[in-house]
């Protein structure tokens, strides 16, 4: 070996050259990396960052809170399998038997303030923690399509709907400029308005919305999407005073319920058959697919996020068990990289933050399940 290449021989001022020149070389290309990741390079493309001061730009900086979703609080319970998904899923979580969850209820929108209403959208958020350390985390949503199918047009439909200065509301032209561009939001918003709105969070059918595989022990796959069916009877959304009233009636009500019985949902998993669409969840899928009991989620506690055991989440739809796989569908990745910039900024602010909207003291259910 020449062991002038561990600079132990001597030098040429043209080999000094060529090696500052190598070394300048590496350089230039790991700031170009650099410039790349962050997207100095390319301005048009869509950072985490660019996604964030979207979400900001519409609803405001709330040092500390969720970007999305941050109005909230965390529950916990168990998830009691029926045994009947482990013939699609080898996921831990499908054997039976219970599994711990931690959870949140919240609803959409960056503003951690704002007044409970029935259309805004509710969403629960489930971390199911396996033997052995894996983990399940899922976010839904109780609407049954998502308005959008693709980061951009989510970051679009952001840009679209922000305030107008001058109005301090949504500009009607740009809003109809973005419907004109992505004519399947505009169709999932029709589902979307159509949904039955019930009385609460407790009797409120939480949907995933997007597509994923669960894989057999012999490696198998299988299309599914998943929803959360609640156990408390349905009842319709009454648009009386008392709910005007109370700015956190939807949240105080379930906190009531949860400290007088606890609350229950089951997991009722969608199987997707051929031509059902993986990648677009603004799409449904048809009302006939057959569909599994998966098993009982058991809500028992509640407490405020302050300090609460959801708050130091971040509802990743990408942490996943062996057993359950992405699928095709662009907005997990989109998800996941959100997220985990939200989570970042939030966890960066905890000194700023102001008491979260919601704060129970600890609740225990009573009764049994
Ligand atoms: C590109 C599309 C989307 C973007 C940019 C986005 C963005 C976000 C962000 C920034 C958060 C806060 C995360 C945190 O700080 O922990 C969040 C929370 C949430 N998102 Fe999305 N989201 C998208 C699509 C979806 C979809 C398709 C669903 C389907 C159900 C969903 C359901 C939820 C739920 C349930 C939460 C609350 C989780 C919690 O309580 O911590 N999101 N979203």
Redesign the pocket.
């Known amino acids: 070996m020449n062991p002038s290449w561990f600079g132990a021989g001597p030098v040429s001022r043209a080999g000094v050259l060529v090696r500052l020149g190598a070394i300048g070389a590496v350089m230039l290309s790991v700031a170009g990396a650099f410039a790349y990741t962050g997207g100095w390079l390319s301005p048009a493309r869509l950072t985490q960052d660019g996604?964030?001061a979207a979400?900001q730009d519409v609803d405001g900086i709330h040092a500390g809170f969720?970007?999305?979703?941050?109005k909230?609080m965390c529950v916990t319970g168990w998830f009691e399998s029926s045994g009947q998904a482990a013939a699609l899923s080898k996921a831990a979580v499908f054997r039976a038997g219970r599994v711990p969850v931690v959870g949140?209820?919240?609803l959409?929108g960056g503003m951690p303030f704002q007044a409970d209403a029935p259309a805004k959208v509710r969403?629960?958020?489930l971390r199911f923690l396996l033997p052995g350390g894996e983990e399940w985390r899922t976010?839904?949503?109780n609407i049954p399509v998502?308005p959008?199918n693709?980061?951009r047009a989510?970051?679009e439909q952001l840009l679209a709907s922000s305030p107008d200065p001058a109005t301090g509301k949504p500009d009607p032209e740009k809003m109809k400029a973005f419907f004109a561009a992505h004519p399947e939001a505009e169709q999932a918003l029709v589902l979307i308005k159509k949904r039955q709105i019930t009385s609460g969070f407790a009797n409120s059918t939480f949907?995933?919305?997007?597509a994923f595989r669960f894989v057999d022990a012999a490696g198998a796959p299988t299309s599914v999407r998943w929803s959360m069916v609640p156990v408390q009877p349905s009842a319709a959304e009454s648009a009386e005073p008392s709910a005007a009233g109370d700015k956190n009636y939807l949240f105080d009500a379930l906190i009531a319920q949860i400290a007088q019985h606890p609350q229950q949902w089951r997991l009722m998993v969608t199987i997707g058959e051929a031509d059902d669409p993986t990648n677009d969840?603004t799409l449904p899928w048809p009302a006939d697919r057959r569909q599994i009991d998966a098993g009982t989620v058991t809500i028992d506690h509640a407490s405020s996020e302050d300090g609460g055991p959801?708050t130091a989440?971040?509802?990743d739809?990408l942490v996943l068990p062996s057993g359950i796989e992405p699928s095709d569908d662009p907005?997990l990745s989109?998800?996941s990289a959100?997220?985990a910039?939200?989570?970042t900024l939030?966890a960066g602010e905890e000194g700023e933050k102001l008491p979260s909207a919601v704060t129970p003291q600890e609740v225990e259910a009573g009764g049994n399940s």
């Open positions: 996604m964030m979400f969720r970007r999305n979703h941050a909230g949140r209820f919240a959409a969403s629960m958020a976010g839904m949503n998502f959008v693709s980061a989510s970051y949907n995933g919305l997007n969840a959801c989440v971040n509802y739809p907005l989109a998800r959100a997220y910039r939200s989570f939030r």
